[in-house]
């Protein structure tokens, strides 16, 4: 049953995380970023007070990449988002189901945030933040793990933000979730990183033993497909079968160039080792020439959006267009996730191949890769890009007590290895077992001592600066 809450208040913190290596995509090299934490104090109407909590990366010019704005400025959005965002929530006095406060805030977050010239995408990010906390909190005090909680839709989850769906699509696909045991992950290749021999693409140690491979391009159709030329070698000497997709990051400037690619993935003997195992091409255009191009005979290919999921309607609209699935990030909001999920199972009920994918900014080690895993666990997506594990040191910077603690609770998704506690793969697979905790698959919070309170950004974006 839904539960209504009011939000009593909202603290913001962050931490430092250094990468191990860099990690490259689209216009962007990253060897660092800080890590957003949010924690949540919220009444439930007849059951008292509870805390939650959730964390997820501030990662530079993926939300925002227009190129005038340098990667700190692009960070400092992320941050006002959540501090307009906080703003919003705190401001709704009275008592709303979980969901009834993420669509009574949205609008005016988004609203807000253009004022200060930030984008949806970016716009949508602290909401998000803010609604796993809420939802943490909720199922902590209502003693409930977030699959059987989410089930019984005890966030209320309805179809106001979707008119395409209807109260019963939503609240029927919900009934019949059941989590998923186990998710493979999906090992990121990134622009800089090693392709052949040690430390490349199909060297176990590197990789994790995993089945799923994403491989980043970078938006010039004779440079991606001389490259994945070199990593589809590496990959065929794998002694068990795999799978691939690609991910521009809006690199491929028009359909023209999109389709020289397409072309030589369909045609080129030499590109078969990716071209017959490729599930789908993500998010290949700017998000502004997406919106402005129906894919046409190139949907003959599968192709998901990624960076232009920035509404509630992104998907209907990309479907229009030819795509056939979008992804889920529990930084662009769990909410959107559920939907997006309910309109794939719906429309591909319908005899449409639809789909939606697990992809990964880099959630880190803890809270970030927990409620992300648990969110696809939950509306189905069997591989998930798993970034953390690769670019940062287990949990990196993290107090040691902190990993202890994680690792301690949750035996069957971490373990100690030379030194560190890092992310368990078993099989090139993740376990969600021990995510069935009363809250939002965690039962452990950080260490909130260890950390900085949020960076206060700067008011709004310079005015010359804007588009």
Known sequence: MPYRLSVRDISFFERPVRFARPFRFGAVVINGTPQAFVRVEIEVEGRGRAVGASAEFLVPKWFDKRPQLSPQETVEELRRSLLIARDIYLAYSTFETAFGLHAACIGAQVEACAREDIPPLAAAYGPAEIDKAILDALLRC??????????????????????????????????????????????????????????????????????????????????????????????????????????????????????????????????????????????????????????????RRDFIVDEADDSYDAFPVARALGYRGISSKSCKGIYKSVINATRAAKWSAGGEKCFIAGEDLTCQAGLAVQQDLALGALIGV?????????????????????????????????????????????????LTGSLTTPGFATSVHPDWSAMSPLAHPATRIPLEKAV
């Open 142 to 299: 209502t003693g409930a793990n977030f699959f059987d909680g989410m089930a019984a839709n005890i966030a209320d989850v309805d179809a106001r933000l979707s008119r395409d769906l209807t109260e019963a699509d939503v609240s029927q696909f919900l009934a019949g979730r059941k989590r998923l045991e186990r998710v493979a992950i999906r090992h990121t290749v990134g622009m800089d990183d090693k392709v052949e021999g040690e430390g490349g693409a199909a060297d176990i140690r590197e990789n994790a033993g995993a089945r799923y491979f994403k491989l980043k391009l970078n938006g010039d159709p004779a440079h991606d497909a001389e490259r994945l030329i070199r990593i589809g070698k590496e990959l065929a000497t794998l002694p068990y079968g795999y799978r691939v997709t690609l991910d521009a990051n809006e690199q491929y400037a028009d359909l023209a160039a999109l389709s020289t690619l397409v072309d030589r993935l369909d045609r080129d003997a030499a590109l078969r080792p990716i071209a017959q195992k490729l599930l789908y091409i993500e998010q290949p255009m700017p998000r502004d020439i997406t919106r402005q191009s129906p894919l046409g005979a190139l949907a």
């Open 382 to 430: 069997t591989h998930a890009e798993r970034n953390g594990h690769h670019y940062v040191d287990g949990f990196g910077d993290t107090p040691a007590a902190e990993a202890e603690a994680f690792l301690s609770a949750h035996p069957d998704l971490y373990v100690r290895d030379s030194g560190k506690v890092r992310l368990a793969i078993h099989d090139g697979d993740l």
